[in-house]
């Protein structure tokens, strides 16, 4: 068993102490309980049961979470995105702020990912070309929010 998941002894318990807490919530008692321990479509299995055995086996759809190829952290998964195109002179525009981009021909596609970190007021952007990380900068986030009447 993997720590962190309910054993069909607790999942009983906590069905329990739902029935018993409140007359209203039977008829949802008595579904949840019904789906949870009662044989289940084409496999003939208890739901809880099954559930409990392909976690002990690994065969759960449950996996350890890795950074996708060719990203280098989390922050370039779980972040805001854009893209923009480089001008003549290796720059492009961000809410009218000019920002070089180092390593990238002119005309070319930069894939933009930004973390704002709200303790320091700024916004790292990670200037992505290719699949490679080209560039690293850090501006405030207050002058990346235009302010809307």
């Known amino acids: 068993m993997m720590p962190g998941h309910p054993t069909l002894k607790a999942m009983a318990h906590k069905i329990a102490a739902v029935r018993t807490a409140s007359t209203m919530d039977q008829p949802r008692t008595r579904h949840t309980e019904r789906r949870s321990f009662d044989r289940a479509g084409t496999t003939g299995e208890i739901p809880a049961v099954r559930?409990?055995?392909a976690l002990e086996e690994g065969a759960a759809l449950f996996r350890p979470f890795k950074v996708p190829f060719p990203y280098e952290s989390t922050h370039d998964v779980f972040c805001l995105r854009d893209s923009?195109?480089?001008n003549?002179?290796?720059k492009i525009?961000?809410?009218g702020i000019e920002l070089r981009v180092p390593g990238v021909d002119p005309h070319e596609k930069v894939d933009l990912r930004?973390?704002?970190d709200s303790e320091k007021g700024l916004t790292?952007?990670?200037f992505w070309h290719?699949?490679?990380l080209v560039s690293t900068q850090k501006i405030k986030t207050s002058s990346l929010i235009p302010v809307r009447f």
Do not use: D, F, H, V
């Open 114 to 116: 930004m973390i704002p």
């Open 84 to 86: 923009r195109i480089t």
């Open 124 to 126: 790292e952007i990670r």
């Open 130 to 132: 290719n699949g490679k």
């Open 88 to 90: 003549s002179y290796r």
């Open 93 to 95: 525009s961000l809410n």
């Open 51 to 53: 559930l409990e055995k």
